[in-house]
């Protein structure tokens, strides 16, 4: 079928972070491209799949599985489809590349005295309800880091910023509990550390979630090409970063990056 301006308007939810602003866009996108009025909601974490659980979203994008989100998502899962992911996103703890690696290659390293030394001991992250501050705050506990004066406290994206910011340009040590995708990897050539423990969950499938009520009013050629759309987390951090670094709005990265990553429709 060829897109119609009669298409029923659809509500879109992310995440109130960057990120997710970036992948939701491109749905947006992919929406309006077949005669869809959007309308976008953004919330914290357990808001958005609330909002969803009571019929205020249609799709929400995205879903970080099973790590991450499934908490919020089981409680209506059998009332939504999920797609196939856009993405595969992960959590890790990071230091800026001139933390010699001889010295902080591991979560655990971070306790030895020549390490805790150095290391700033306030470690900030975004708001409690993310699957990567749920795990850091476990973290802490896990490796014995409170003993040692560390602490880990979630915060607002804008602040979660402007702390990195602040420590790269003063070349601090710190260590930042952060995902793939984000833009700040691309950035600063942020390391991860290695967390033999497992504590900061799998590598996860970024799925849009679409109520099984609204997949009757969506187009159906727009479900396919969702369902085929896949960014990577290389795409998400461009998009991410055309929007934090280069200041387009979240719908002018998406069209300059479809316009050059095409294939990313593969339906």
Same mark, same amino acid.
């Given at each position: 079928?060829?897109?119609?301006?009669?298409?029923?308007?659809?509500?879109?939810?992310?995440?109130?972070?960057?990120?997710?602003?970036?992948?939701?866009?491109?749905?947006?996108?992919?929406?309006?491209?077949?005669?869809?009025?959007?309308?976008?909601?953004?919330?914290?974490?357990?808001?958005?799949?609330?909002?969803?659980? $009571?019929? @205020? !979203?249609?799709?929400?994008?995205?879903?970080?599985? =099973?790590?991450?989100?499934?908490? +919020? %998502?089981? /409680?209506?899962?059998?009332?939504?489809?999920?797609?196939?992911?856009?993405?595969?996103?992960?959590?890790?703890?990071?230091?800026?590349?001139?933390?010699?690696?001889?010295?902080?290659?591991?979560?655990?390293?971070?306790?030895?005295?020549?390490?805790?030394?150095?290391?700033?001991?306030?470690?900030?992250?975004?708001?409690?309800?993310?699957?990567?501050?749920?795990?850091?705050?476990?973290?802490?506990?896990?490796?014995?880091?409170?003993?040692?004066?560390?602490?880990?406290?979630?915060?607002?994206?804008?602040?979660?910023?402007?702390?990195? $910011?602040? @420590? !790269?340009?003063?070349?601090?040590?710190?260590?930042? =509990?952060?995902?793939?995708?984000? +833009? %700040?990897? /691309?950035?600063?050539?942020?390391?991860?550390?290695?967390?033999?423990?497992?504590?900061?969950?799998?590598?996860?499938?970024?799925?849009?979630?679409?109520?099984?009520?609204?997949?009757?009013?969506?187009?159906?050629?727009?479900?396919?090409?969702?369902?085929?759309?896949?960014?990577?987390?290389?795409?998400?951090?461009?998009?991410?970063?055309?929007?934090?670094?280069?200041?387009?709005?979240?719908?002018?990265?998406?069209?300059?990056?479809?316009?050059?990553?095409?294939?990313?429709?593969?339906?």
């Amino acid at each position: 079928m060829s897109p119609s301006r009669s298409e029923p308007t659809i509500t879109v939810g992310n995440v109130a972070l960057s990120f997710h602003r970036a992948a939701a866009a491109v749905t947006r996108r992919v929406l309006e491209a077949h005669g869809h009025r959007v309308n976008s909601v953004e919330a914290p974490h357990e808001q958005l799949f609330r909002l969803q659980e $009571e019929g @205020g !979203i249609d799709v929400l994008v995205s879903a970080w599985l =099973p790590s991450s989100h499934d908490t +919020y %998502l089981s /409680r209506y899962r059998d009332r939504v489809r999920v797609l196939t992911p856009h993405y595969q996103p992960y959590c890790v703890w990071a230091v800026p590349p001139y933390v010699p690696e001889d010295e902080v290659r591991e979560v655990a390293d971070l306790t030895r005295p020549e390490v805790a030394g150095r290391m700033t001991k306030a470690i900030d992250g975004i708001n409690p309800g993310a699957g990567i501050s749920r795990f850091s705050a476990r973290m802490v506990d896990a490796y014995g880091l409170a003993e040692v004066g560390y602490s880990f406290t979630p915060g607002t994206e804008s602040g979660f910023l402007s702390r990195v $910011e602040r @420590g !790269i340009a003063a070349r601090e040590w710190f260590v930042v =509990p952060l995902w793939r995708p984000q +833009y %700040l990897n /691309r950035l600063y050539g942020l390391r991860p550390l290695e967390e033999p423990k497992g504590l900061l969950g799998t590598v996860d499938d970024a799925s849009p979630v679409v109520r099984l009520d609204a997949l009757e009013h969506l187009h159906p050629d727009a479900v396919a090409r969702l369902d085929g759309l896949y960014l990577g987390n290389d795409g998400v951090e461009e998009i991410d970063a055309l929007i934090n670094v280069d200041g387009l709005t979240p719908l002018q990265a998406a069209d300059r990056y479809l316009a050059q990553h095409g294939h990313a429709l593969r339906a």
